[in-house]
């Protein structure tokens, strides 16, 4: 028989009690310790026996409380207090557990206590509960951690002082490094973060104070500030508990998420600690290399992955980052022996910890670097074993691109045409990207009128995608139809505003042509304030300053660009403002080393065949 939902009901109220009761009592009888808990039968008569009584220990961290008498009075008000609860009166119910929670001094009670107020949303009863639970048990920690996340929830942040240093207190050394990270993630959800952040420094006085605890401390106030929008408080944050503690990894850990040209004081803290920390953690040294690599530092980030791969060469991942900086610094022997040992190591037995997914990413990414290694040494055959070694669905595309690209440097186009038509269309994004691909296949077969063609009907249906609209005026330009070049160009200005390369791509067509190469300073200065690392843009800059007569400029800046990144157009460049001071034999050289990086350059081939340069 199905029971009516009112004895659903009940039944469910009567056992959650029973269970919550059976957990937690024990006879007081020394003779009979495992004796069963006595049964209130249906219907029963009144024993005349003496009712025996239970105790309710607490959970592990409660301390222990004297026994109190779980009576059939008290059984029946938790039982009450459940049933009203669950039928619709919250307020009733939760009244009826708390007041059983005190008279029992349960830790258990009070904590359902505090669930049925907030299931009711009233952070007010909660709170009451929590805190007649804290004067019950002064000394229980989950009492405490509950008022502190209520008051929190309730943006009742300057109260949270004396508990908050009462948590840290009772917490020992060891677990420090997990409770920081849990206050600086539920003060971070506080509606006024800066009190948040004041209020946590408050409480953390002594802690910041002590150097076994300063460097944590001052980080966990750190990231605070820097929630809260205060950079400079936050980068001070992260020196002070330098100072106290100069071995804790937690300030550099903060500093590194505020290096930016704007603080140029947060990166001398993580150097600092990676120069005086020889057992510094490899996480830190791998994150400083992906920011160097962010800031298009790539020379400062190979340094820093160097010296941890010579340190560290167990460690499979930071070999992987280092081959590819070395592929994309053109040092192609270098790159491909990292690889091939980040392979290896990906599958040893001492990097099995490392999640199966990312390891999987990683090697696939691997593969996809030797194989276009392969390609720049014309060994085509060698890049398509290492195309064939992906067997991952989620990098099909990337695969078949390259195998596309593979067939078209074989003079195959309309096979490499049909690879990339053949991808799935999961997404719109896949779709995009398919698209893309057809096109660079088409621009690098130099077939730009079929690839102009594709791109203009392409952005006439979006006409607002900045990507089409670039790609369409570096295409504009390989037709010599300079006006549309210009005139894309400028609508992407106008589009985004924020576009390095549309302002860096304007000006140095006009420079390159020795045209308004005011304008063309001024355009390629714009470029260089969005993106004031990056080398390609320093070259332009440079080579619009040669145009303008001002030769010493343009070396200093296209050496500067030159060394952070040799890529044989800058080489081009560089060399040509060398050749005509007369450093001649320094512009060779410049100019062996770029042919060494990619004989094909267009920018190098067409510079040495007008000077009639043959290095």
């Known amino acids: 028989m199905i029971p009516s939902p009112r004895r659903h009901r009940l039944a469910a109220a009567a ?151 009462a948590e840290v207190a009772a917490t020992s050394q060891i677990e420090r490094p997990l409770l920081m990270a849990v206050i600086a993630r539920n003060y971070s959800r506080a509606s006024d973060k800066k009190l948040a952040a004041s209020v946590v420094e408050r409480a953390l006085v002594d802690e910041l104070k002590s150097p076994t605890t300063g460097g ?41 998420e505020l290096i930016d040209p704007n603080q140029p004081l947060a990166e001398p803290i993580v150097t600092r600690y990676l120069a005086s920390n020889t057992k510094a953690t490899p996480d830190l040294r791998i994150a400083y290399a992906r920011v160097l690599v962010e800031n298009r530092r790539y020379s400062d980030a190979q340094t820093q992955l160097q010296a941890l791969t010579t340190a560290r060469p167990e460690l499979a991942e930071p070999w992987l980052l280092l081959g590819s900086l070395q592929m994309q610094a053109k040092q192609d022997s270098a790159a491909e022996t990292s690889l091939k040992r980040y392979i290896e190591l990906s599958s040893s037995q001492s990097n099995k910890d490392v999640d199966a997914a990312d390891r999987k990413r990683g090697v696939t990414q691997a593969y996809l670097a030797l194989s276009q290694l392969a390609e720049r040494r014309k060994d085509l055959a060698g890049a398509e074993r290492w195309l064939a070694r992906i067997d991952s669905t989620e990098d099909l595309t990337l695969a078949q691109t390259r195998r596309a690209g593979l067939l078209a440097r074989q003079g195959k186009l309309p096979q490499a045409r049909e690879v990339i038509r053949a991808l799935p269309e999961r997404t719109p994004d896949d779709k995009k990207q398919k698209f893309l691909a057809e096109v660079q296949l088409l621009r690098d077969a130099k077939q730009y009128q079929a690839a102009y063609d594709m791109l203009a009907q392409a952005s006439a249906a979006a006409p607002d995608d900045g990507d089409l609209v670039y790609d369409q005026a570096m295409v504009a330009e390989k037709l010599n139809r300079l006006d549309d070049m210009e005139r894309l160009l400028r609508r992407l200005i106008q589009l985004k505003p924020e576009s390095q390369n549309a302002y860096n791509a304007l000006g140095y067509s006009f420079a390159d042509r020795k045209i308004r190469l005011d304008e063309a300073r001024t355009l390629i200065q714009k470029a260089v304030q969005l993106a004031p690392e990056d080398p390609f843009i320093a070259d332009s800059l440079g080579w619009v300053e040669f145009r303008l007569g001002n030769t010493a400029e343009a070396i200093r800046i296209l050496e500067a660009a030159y060394k952070t990144r040799p890529d044989p157009e800058i080489g081009a460049h560089f060399g040509e403002v060398l050749w005509s001071i007369g450093q001649k034999d320094r512009a060779v050289t410049i100019w062996k080393e770029a042919l060494l990086s990619d004989a094909e350059n267009e920018t190098l081939q067409e510079t040495l065949k007008r000077l009639r340069v043959k290095p």
């Open 216 to 256: 944590l401390a001052w980080a966990t106030v750190g990231r605070l500030r820097l929630n809260a929008g205060d950079n400079s408080g936050a980068l001070e944050a992260a020196r002070k508990g330098q100072e106290v503690d100069p071995a804790s990894d937690a300030p550099p850990a903060l500093a590194l």
């Open 15 to 165: 056992s959650l009690v029973l269970l919550a009761c059976a957990a937690h009592a024990q006879t007081s009888d020394p003779a009979a310790p495992n004796s069963p808990a006595p049964i209130i039968e249906r219907n029963a008569p009144p024993r005349p026996a003496v009712r025996p009584r239970v105790t309710a220990p607490k959970p592990a961290s409660e301390p222990a409380a004297q026994p109190s008498a779980l009576t059939a009075d008290l059984f029946y008000e938790i039982l009450m207090g459940e049933m009203t609860a669950r039928s619709g009166d919250p307020g009733s119910g939760y009244a009826l557990v708390l007041d059983a929670a005190r008279r029992l001094r349960d830790g258990k009670l009070f904590q359902r206590a505090v669930e049925i107020a907030l299931q009711s949303r009233s952070g007010d009863a909660a709170l009451a509960a929590a805190r007649a639970w804290q004067e019950a048990l002064p000394t229980s920690r989950d009492a405490r951690r509950i008022e502190l996340q209520i008051l929190i929830a309730l943006n009742r942040i300057g109260e949270t002082v004396e508990p908050l240093r």
